[in-house]
Structure formats: structure tokens, C-alpha cells
């Protein structure tokens, strides 16, 4: 699909505006380190939530030398990012030490990291998380299901049409997409075809031939079953 102008460079954009933001907060937190920041190549779909959209995603890692620990690391981080304008979420439950920073569609994430993952053995481990918006980055094109690879008028002499597909030859579930919608629009595996997108049944003939057919088969046919 053709990209929508312009997109990709505010992507580009973004993403270096949420490294320079990332790698300043690490400075600020730890200025004797230089983490190494990790960040997709390319923009991805971080939400399959429809319309796809996509975004840049990087992580860094640090260690608390600076800071006492971990856990006061990131509240502080937090602070900080408060101070300079973010809206902050902390989340201080014995499962999980993290603080969520929002602005502008932007968010990033500070966490304590668990001492069996911690990252270094000269202190707690934490670590830096950030996304760039969700941004539409193809035109959305509307789905059109596919015909049937099979009317009642191109049968052909000892088939039926599939008794699940009624000659669609797709998986019917899904429509042939793979992946079905949810109530808040988010792609979900098609719990039919298990993203094979043909017919389970017929594998995509959109019929089933009478001599080839087993009792089970036959008993989905009223003009099959036995009187």
C-alpha cells in the first residue's frame, strides 16, 4: 500500500525527538554511563487495534550507581519528567516499580527490573522504555470480501457445495483475512481457520465430492442422510 506523504519523515521526527528525550533523562539519572539505546529500524504496528497504525519503540538499560536503587531511581525519573511538562502515572504495586510518562502521544516508561533479570552485577537494574505516537501510516483501504470460488450454477456433476463455506472456498469466520475484529476493533487470531484463511473443511475447494465424502460429511447433507 502506498504510503500517506509525509508520514514517514513525522515518524523519523519523532523518533529522534524520543531518543534525544530518552538518552537526557539516563544523563540526568546516571550521567557516568552511556547506555546503548535499542530502537526499531523501521516503524511498526504496536497496536493492532484498527486502523493499523505505526510507531518507533526503543529500551535502554542502566544501572543504579547515582541513584541508592532502583526503585528510587525511577520514581526520581519520574519527578523529573513531571517537572519538565509529562503527565506521570507511578505504579508501586509489589509485582511491578514503574512510572508512565504521556505528552503529546508520546510515552516513557521507567521500571525497575526484576533482581533474577537484574543487568549488572555492580548494582539494581533498571530500565528506560519509550513509543512515539501511533500514527496512520498507509490510506485505509476497506475490505472486501472475496466471491465464491464456488456457485450452485459452476457445481460441477458429484460435488456439493462445502457445508461450511457454502462454496466460498475462504474460511468463513474470517472472511479469508485470518484474523477476526473484537469489540474495541483489535485484531485477533481467527479462533476457525487459525490464520490459515481457507475453509477448514473444504481447504479452500469450496465443495466436498459425494464419493469422497465420509458418514460425517454426508450427515451435514439433508438430501444425504438416510430416511
Given at each position: 500500500m502506498p504510503?500517506?506523504?509525509?508520514?514517514?519523515?513525522?515518524l523519523e521526527n519523532a523518533a529522534?525527538?524520543?531518543?534525544?528525550?530518552?538518552?537526557?533523562?539516563?544523563?540526568?539519572?546516571?550521567?557516568?554511563?552511556?547506555?546503548?539505546?535499542?530502537?526499531?529500524?523501521?516503524?511498526?504496528?504496536?497496536?493492532?487495534?484498527?486502523?493499523?497504525?505505526?510507531?518507533?519503540?526503543?529500551?535502554?538499560?542502566?544501572?543504579?550507581?547515582?541513584?541508592?536503587?532502583?526503585?528510587?531511581?525511577?520514581?526520581?525519573?519520574?519527578?523529573?519528567?513531571?517537572?519538565?511538562?509529562?503527565?506521570?502515572?507511578?505504579?508501586?504495586?509489589?509485582?511491578?516499580?514503574?512510572?508512565?510518562?504521556?505528552?503529546?502521544?508520546?510515552v516513557i516508561t521507567l521500571y525497575a527490573v526484576h533482581q533474577e533479570q537484574g543487568v549488572s552485577q555492580y548494582g539494581d537494574g533498571y530500565g528506560i522504555g519509550g513509543e512515539t505516537p501511533h500514527v496512520l501510516l498507509h490510506e485505509p483501504v476497506a475490505f472486501v470480501p472475496p466471491e465464491p470460488v464456488v456457485t450452485t450454477e459452476s457445481l460441477p456433476a458429484g460435488a456439493l457445495l462445502c457445508y461450511e463455506c457454502d462454496g466460498l472456498g475462504w474460511c468463513p469466520g474470517c472472511l479469508g483475512r485470518g484474523f477476526t475484529l473484537n469489540d474495541d476493533r483489535r485484531r485477533q487470531r481467527c479462533n476457525l481457520c487459525f490464520t490459515r484463511r481457507l475453509c477448514p473443511i473444504c481447504e479452500g475447494a469450496g465443495l466436498k465430492w459425494i464419493h469422497a465424502m465420509n458418514h460425517w460429511d454426508r450427515t451435514q447433507y439433508p438430501e444425504l442422510r438416510p430416511d
Open positions: 504510503e500517506i506523504p509525509g508520514t514517514r519523515e513525522e529522534r525527538f524520543l531518543r534525544d528525550r530518552m538518552l537526557s533523562l539516563a544523563k540526568d539519572l546516571e550521567p557516568g554511563q552511556h547506555p546503548d539505546i535499542t530502537m526499531l529500524p523501521e516503524p511498526a504496528i504496536l497496536d493492532w487495534r484498527e486502523p493499523l497504525r505505526h510507531a518507533y519503540k526503543a529500551t535502554l538499560r542502566l544501572v543504579a550507581r547515582e541513584q541508592p536503587s532502583a526503585t528510587h531511581a525511577v520514581r526520581y525519573g519520574g519527578d523529573l519528567l513531571t517537572a519538565r511538562g509529562w503527565s506521570v502515572e507511578n505504579d508501586t504495586s509489589p509485582a511491578e516499580i514503574r512510572a508512565v510518562a504521556r505528552r503529546d502521544g508520546f
